[in-house]
């Protein structure tokens, strides 16, 4: 009988330990961030609990763009039709409980994702580009057409989510939205570490990189792009019901192109292919975006437009990604 080496088992066990420390490190951070914003942003937690949702949609564009290579610019669909199916219940069906609207989002956002993957992954490349620019006008035209579900263009009211666990009411000033937030993100951000690191997301990353080696391999890449598209619109579904259950209303906006596009510039700025530069970028993009539209409102527009070609022609990885090289590269030239 073969006797396991002792030298890979150990290499293994000290992998694990690092991966544990990262993870352990990635959720202190979002906890020291969520504390600090709270301290520095009393009065204005409605916007960071808006950047919260946003960033569980950049979170699963990450997944489909960053780790897998499918180019989209309908990601929006997936975020909207999670926050359309958590108002829904609520709205219509009296079910308040913040907790199984949170989970009819995450329904309503994975079928939608498997409704665009079955679409999406029939092309490659810019006609991928054109079918999800396609789709996010037909989802958000069906929610237009679809008013005495969705409110139309008028938006759907009417949710009103009950207190969480019976004792924590959604008062006006955001409170409890924020922590419910903070909740929501903490707990998608270790699964998909997971996630990326197990032998499925590492399969996508291959599939990225060489997709015909791991045909050749006998693996499906469109079966495992299939089921990764759905996973990134449950986790998108979780950001459009936070959305849904934190400002009670619904609207068109959340299945808009600008939307969709927006997420993309978000997700570039901070880094593909990593989910710290997917938060980075959402923190940093739409906290920009408020302080520069507050001090200029006349060419806001401007600044953000400079802020992005300064990233694009000096750190092309993102702000994240680049400085996440500089560092290893010190630390290598260290050794």
């Given amino acids: 009988m073969a006797l396991a080496n002792p030298d890979a088992t150990l290499s ?5 330990q690092r991966s544990f420390a990262r993870d ?66 609520s709205a219509h069906f009296g079910i308040n409980d913040p907790l199984l ?99 499925f997301g590492m399969l996508c990353r291959g599939i990225k990189e060489d997709p015909l080696r791991i045909r050749a391999l006998g693996a499906s890449p469109k079966a495992a792009l299939f089921r990764m598209y759905v996973i990134s619109g449950a986790v998108a579904g979780v950001g459009g019901a936070l959305n849904a259950i934190t400002t009670q209303v619904v609207g068109l906006d959340s299945l808009s192109f600008t939307m969709s596009a927006e997420s993309l510039v978000m997700l570039v700025l901070g880094g593909t292919g990593s989910l710290f530069g997917a938060l980075s970028g959402t923190v940093i993009f739409m906290l920009f975006e408020d302080y520069v539209s507050a001090a200029n409102p006349f060419h806001w527009l401007t600044m953000v437009g400079a802020l992005l070609i300064a990233v694009v022609l000096f750190a092309p990885k993102g702000l994240y990604g680049t400085a996440a090289d500089v560092l290893n590269r010190r630390k290598d030239a260290g050794r």
């Fill in 12 to 16: 293994t066990s000290a992998q694990r």
């Fill in 24 to 89: 352990a490190a990635g959720a202190a951070a979002i906890l020291a961030l969520a504390t600090i914003g709270y301290l520095l942003f009393p009065d204005n937690l409605a916007l960071l609990t808006r950047i919260i949702a946003v960033a569980l949609l950049v979170l699963s564009l990450d997944l489909v763009t960053g780790y897998c290579g499918v180019a989209t610019l309908g990601h929006a669909a997936l975020f909207g039709s999670g926050a359309y199916a958590s108002g829904i219940l």
């Fill in 101 to 199: 609207m949170t989970l009819a989002g995450v329904a309503g956002g994975a079928i939608a994702g498997l409704i665009s993957g079955a679409v999406i992954l029939r092309a490659h490349g810019l006609p991928q580009l054109v079918l999800s620019i396609a789709l996010i006008n037909l989802f958000h035209e069906f929610a237009n057409k679809a008013s005495s579900w969705t409110g139309g263009s008028d938006g759907l009211s009417g949710i009103a989510p009950d207190p969480i666990f019976g004792a924590f009411e959604f008062d006006l000033y955001g409170h409890t939205a924020y922590v419910f937030g903070i909740v929501l993100l903490l707990m998608v951000f270790v699964l998909l570490r997971i996630l990326v690191r197990s032998p």
